[in-house]
């Protein structure tokens, strides 16, 4: 592949990655504001404890085959048939495994109400496993445009779901049924975008080859799942409902913003990545997207964190006040959390699953440790723990990237400082000024407003070229 080819699909991966993650949180906000006025944190605390199954339950039937996948230079009809049937049956495996689990879980919770619950939440992963070869093909084609479609049509489809339901009185289980239904439509959509049809010619001769690479992967993303969500099931064993639906409330919003922007990264860094000729095309991209998500991810998550106790009482009412702190502290981590990604992204691409495995499974395994720690100083300190060791472990990735790539330490500051320091910068006028405003409307909208004026004016003074080019290939695709 030519550079001008790779890098105009790179540009189109990020344009309709950006465009589809920007309107699905422009749902997912509206939407969750309605839920989070009419739910309890009861609700939000049970569907909170479950977190972790269900991330568990998408790694293990995916088995790292679809990264695997991706990876391939060269691909056949048996390996997307292969992956297929072996998505499927692990997905029915894991779900026949859960259900008569589901007691088990509503006893570790002390929570009557997950048996039924659980069983009816986990049907989304049996569902999901159909829509992994087709997944898998469309992002191995770069079909951006189809799979940012297949994903808006499900949640816009789904949302009206949940909130029908909620407004009808269904409380956590609205929740549940928009989950299920979200999965159903994305994943009848990307077989109508996908022309590949599984059949049954079974060949697993493909997972075969793929099996060193992918199993390490299965075994990295499973420790990484428990580790993103180990929060929950302290909170859910230690703490109460209530205390469980507070933290799942000021981290939901939190996520909804960095996920927006990792997946921005997750959707387009590796088939462009795996494209490249060499070692240095390789780190040239990698420092381009780099500084691209810093651009994004430093200004949106640190400044979401700025305006937090305004929108908290604005948008979903002071009863959630008290998961303010939370919140904020997430943001800080999610303005990092992409950076993190792309180095993960930059070591698979590499073959180096083993790397990631044991790099993730010490990272979680120094969680863990610390968590037992802290438990007892309440529910701030240990995502203040999580946060801090979180960002001090992105000095581990790098040196392993560094060894791959010849990526220094300075590049990377390099990269990263400039976009850093004017968001700070920006984000510290904002505050000051906030501080004279006693009406929380303008106080809000000042901050935004001052924040994003200040920013983009610094961002075209200073000539920034990931911002002209931007603003250029914007103009470019409405033009066309």
């Not at 084609?141 to 499900?154: A, D, R, V």
Request: one cysteine or more; glycine letters at 6%; a positive charge.
């Amino acid at each position: 592949m030519s550079e001008p080819t790779l890098k105009e699909k790179t540009a189109k991966g990020l344009y309709w990655t950006s465009i589809g993650g920007g309107l699905q949180q422009v749902i997912g906000t509206a939407i969750g504001v309605v839920f989070a006025r009419i739910l309890s944190q009861d609700d939000y605390g049970i569907i909170g404890m479950l977190s972790i199954f269900i991330a568990i339950g998408v790694i293990i039937q995916d088995g790292g085959f679809s990264t695997g996948l991706i990876n391939r230079k060269e691909i056949k009809h048996d390996d997307y048939n292969a992956v297929f049937w072996f998505s499927f049956i692990s997905g029915l495996i894991i779900y026949i495994i859960l259900f008569f689990c589901a007691p088990l879980i509503a006893a570790f919770f002390r929570e009557p109400a997950l048996i039924k619950l659980s069983r009816v939440l986990f049907l989304f992963m049996l569902i999901g496993s159909l829509s992994i070869a087709p997944n898998s093909y469309l992002t191995k084609q770069m079909k951006y445009k189809e799979l940012t479609i297949s994903s808006l049509i499900g949640l816009i489809i789904s949302t009206t779901t949940g909130l029908v339901l909620v407004l009808h009185g269904y409380a956590y289980w609205s929740l549940v049924i928009q989950s299920i239904v979200n999965t159903l439509i994305s994943t009848v959509l990307r077989w109508n975008y996908c022309p590949w049809k599984p059949n049954f010619h079974f060949n697993f001769q493909p997972l075969k080859e793929m099996f060193p690479f992918s199993f390490k992967l299965l075994l990295t993303n499973f420790v990484r799942h428990i580790n993103d969500n180990i929060l929950s099931v302290f909170f859910g064993r230690l703490y109460t409902k209530q205390e469980v639906g507070i933290y799942a409330q000021g981290n939901k919003w939190a996520t909804m913003g960095y996920a927006f922007i990792n997946s921005i990264i997750s959707t387009t860094a590796q088939s462009v990545l795996v494209a490249a000729d060499d070692r240095k095309h390789q780190r040239r991209i990698f420092r381009k997207m780099l500084r691209f998500i810093t651009f994004l991810s430093f200004p949106a998550m640190l400044g979401l964190a700025l305006v937090t106790p305004e929108l908290i009482e604005i948008l979903i009412t002071d009863k959630w006040m008290s998961s303010a702190t939370i919140m904020q502290l997430t943001c800080i981590w999610g303005a990092f959390f992409p950076i993190s990604t792309l180095y993960i992204q930059l070591l698979i691409t590499n073959g180096k699953s083993n790397l990631y495995l044991w790099n993730t499974t010490a990272l979680g395994l120094l969680q863990i440790i610390t968590l037992f720690c802290v438990y007892s100083q309440g529910i701030t300190v240990m995502v203040f723990s999580f946060l801090l060791i979180n960002l001090l472990w992105l000095c581990v990735w790098h040196y392993w990237v560094q060894g791959l790539i010849g990526l220094r330490i300075t590049d990377v500051l390099k990269d990263i400082m400039p976009y850093l320091l004017i968001s700070g910068i920006a984000l510290g006028v904002s505050y000051f000024i906030s501080i004279y405003i006693d009406n929380i409307y303008l106080r809000c909208l000042q901050k935004i407003i001052t924040a994003v004026l200040i920013y983009v004016a610094l961002m075209w003074k200073l000539d920034s070229v990931v911002f002209k080019e931007s603003v250029h290939y914007i103009l470019k695709r409405k033009i066309e």
